[in-house]
């Protein structure tokens, strides 16, 4: 070989960190092991069905009741928890005060409760006879006010007369286990965003909205979007602080989760893994969506 063909040839990088190789084919074999064959194994076990009957599993007007309910209320808690975190966040962060270190450590309660008894806490304070179960009369005025505002919207089946053992009930499950996502996704952000950047602003005449909506949520934007895909996800998959307070209603205030469960106690193993594989397309399209949309905001910013 010659001297100018050798100078073609590229030389690979090398690496400070040996043991590329053997890390990658451990990462490989853990989440095939741990995640592609157990949902391998739905999507073989919903194979059995015929396309017309796993239609008419997935489109049965139960199903579609749970998966609207389902989505819905986990969009909705995803977004109460991305404006309300925020909000704690900033405060967490941007402020001294007394007993910050237990509010702080107050937020990762929900990782650390067990759901069941996070659901059963919930429905025991928000139940009628529970400490905010005073509550819903005024729940219920405001619904009526509502119907009597924007008459023919149906306020009183979509968002319910009471809080506990209706759907009130769910979205405040979710937001109560989807909280810590947004705050802990937020925190090392805020962290690193200089306050120098705020006082800059204000010092070239930018009013206090304008410094909120140009220079600090432009900087969190991706950060939000995060918390906000990591709440949703949590949210979707929620089973065990939602069955407590729900009501489990049937075509009202009941949760896909729930149902797949009911399934299974019927021995309709097919329609739960049926159940199980729509949840998984739904739940991974809308999660490609988010980050693709993260991903421009990111790109967005850099420009």
């Not at 030389?11 to 190789?21: C, D, N």
């Not at 306020?155 to 286990?177: H, N, Y």
Request: net charge positive; charged share 15%; with cysteine.
């Amino acid at each position: 070989m010659s001297h100018a063909a050798a100078m073609r040839v590229p030389v690979s990088p090398r690496r400070v960190l040996p043991g590329f190789g053997l890390a990658m084919g451990f990462t490989l074999a853990y989440l095939g092991l741990i995640v592609l064959v157990p949902l391998s194994a739905a999507f073989l076990k919903t194979a059995g069905l015929s396309w017309p009957e796993f239609w008419q599993i997935v489109t049965s007007p139960r199903v579609l009741a749970s998966c609207r309910l389902t989505f819905g209320a986990s969009l909705a808690a995803a977004a109460f928890n991305a404006g309300f975190g925020l909000i704690v966040a900033w405060v967490l962060v941007r402020y001294p005060f007394p007993g910050k270190k237990v509010v702080d450590a107050l937020v990762d309660l929900p990782f650390a409760l067990p759901t069941a008894v996070a659901g059963i806490a919930l429905t025991a304070v928000y139940a009628p006879n529970g400490w905010l179960g005073g509550l819903e009369p005024v729940w219920a005025g405001g619904i009526g006010r509502l119907e009597a505002w924007l008459p023919g919207v149906g306020w009183k089946e979509w968002l319910g007369v009471k809080i506990a053992f209706d759907r009130p009930g769910i979205f405040i499950a979710l937001t109560f286990i989807g909280l810590p996502f947004v705050v802990r996704t937020l925190q090392p952000v805020l962290a690193e965003l200089e306050p120098e950047l705020e006082e800059a602003a204000a010092s070239l005449g930018a009013s206090r909205w304008q410094t909120v909506t140009r220079v600090v949520l432009p900087e969190l934007l991706p950060a939000l979007i995060t918390g906000f895909t990591l709440a949703f996800a949590r949210a979707v998959g929620e089973y065990g602080s939602v069955v407590f307070i729900a009501g489990n209603q049937p075509l009202h205030s009941e949760i896909t989760p729930l149902l797949i469960i009911t399934k299974l106690e019927q021995y309709d193993y097919r329609g739960a893994t049926a159940l199980a594989c729509l949840m998984l397309v739904v739940s991974f399209v809308l999660l490609l969506l988010i980050n693709l949309l993260q991903k421009w905001s990111a790109r967005h910013r850099r420009v």
